[in-house]
């Protein structure tokens, strides 16, 4: 599927593609830290972002996800961060496609994702989420 898309002729030469399971933490940050979009779960099984997705966030990654087993109740005290929902092959083809050709949503993507982290997954963030949890 994504060889498909590198192999694209409007997109040859603009997308190279860096699987990152298996290995390390340190690498993942590596590796990661030079994207401009990051693909998170798209297991139907899963249907929900991960930490992974969370730090790509915070790299300043536009982030794929298929996300709709999220319970919505995680949204009453936790935002819904700007993860673009993808739910298949075709519609992940079709966001790359369109954050590879449209520079300015690219980056209205990466910035939103960098905004959301430092709002909701900062050190910060984070000890403010727990104090209101446990009514601090």
Do not use: K
Request: aromatic share 6%.
């Amino acid at each position: 599927m994504l060889g498909d898309l590198a192999a694209d002729p409007e997109l040859r030469g603009l997308l190279e593609v860096d699987l990152i399971e298996g290995v390390s933490h340190a690498e993942c940050l590596r590796r990661r830290a030079r994207a401009h979009v990051f693909v998170d779960q798209l297991a139907p099984t899963i249907g929900g972002w991960g930490q992974s997705g969370i730090e790509a966030m915070a790299q300043g990654c536009a982030v794929l996800c298929d996300y709709h087993r999220v319970d919505s109740a995680v949204y009453a005290t936790y935002p819904r961060p700007p993860i673009l929902q993808v739910d298949d092959g075709d519609q992940l083809a079709s966001a790359i496609r369109r954050l590879v050709s449209d520079r300015e949503f690219l980056q209205a993507s990466r910035l939103a994702s960098v905004d959301w982290s430092r709002s909701n997954s900062s050190r910060d963030a984070v000890g403010r989420y727990w104090c209101r949890a446990l009514g601090l």
